[in-house]
């Protein structure tokens, strides 16, 4: 996080912060020491001065036969937290649910999502400052995996590539059963979640 501050890449600092922070919950369920917290403060205000606000004109936006401006989403490859015995159904699990993903969002109004191909060449965790100008996204749905023999666990934020901030994030924990029914279930969540944290 610093070297990338260091580096003149806010944005993408404050962007791992918040991965750190979601981690440090999640996995350890403790606060977060007081230096993250103050240097994630201070790489916020710094963005802020810069911010450039997104204008209806921009490439990250799009209207359709004059309806209402769409935002541009792309969704990322997920993160495999899983240990080497579920690797391989881990990589057609998470293949699959983002398919999913991209469907349940792109039937969302006011969104316009990228295709996988165009998305997943970045990688997980990329530059999301590149991924806005190549892309032309304003939004950026990442997460992680992590499957035992019985459950699973979906994390996900969404993330502003403007200024790097988490815009929503939430995690969905079910018993790994059919895959198909779980995908379904998990992308008609995410996508309802999603609408409503633009409305």
């Known amino acids: 996080m610093r070297a990338l501050a260091a580096a003149g890449d806010p944005a993408g600092a404050l962007r791992h912060a918040g991965i750190f922070e979601a981690l440090v919950k999640e996995e350890l369920d403790l606060p977060i020491e007081r230096e993250v917290r103050e240097l994630a403060e201070s790489l916020r205000r710094q963005i802020a001065d810069r911010r450039t606000p997104v204008r209806p004109t921009d490439s990250n936006v799009a209207t359709v036969s004059g309806r209402a401006a769409r935002i541009a989403l792309a969704v990322l490859p997920l993160a495999d937290l899983g240990d080497a015995s579920t690797a391989s159904t881990s990589a057609q699990w998470r293949e699959a649910l983002a398919d999913e993903l991209i469907t349940a969002l792109a039937a969302v109004?006011?969104?316009?999502?990228?295709?996988?191909?165009?998305?997943?060449?970045?990688?997980?965790?990329?530059?999301?400052?590149?991924?806005?100008?190549t892309l032309g996204v304003t939004l950026a749905l990442e997460g992680?995996?992590?499957?035992?023999?019985?459950r699973v666990r979906v994390t996900l934020w969404l993330v502003d590539t403007s200024d790097g901030h988490t815009v929503w994030a939430e995690r969905f924990e079910r018993g790994d059963g059919d895959p198909f029914d779980l995908h379904a279930e998990l992308a008609s969540l995410v996508a309802t979640r999603v609408r409503e944290s633009l409305a």
């Open 109 to 133: 109004p006011t969104l316009k999502v990228s295709s996988r191909s165009a998305s997943w060449p970045f990688g997980v965790s990329p530059d999301i400052s590149a991924l806005r100008t």
């Open 144 to 150: 992680s995996i992590r499957r035992s023999e019985s």
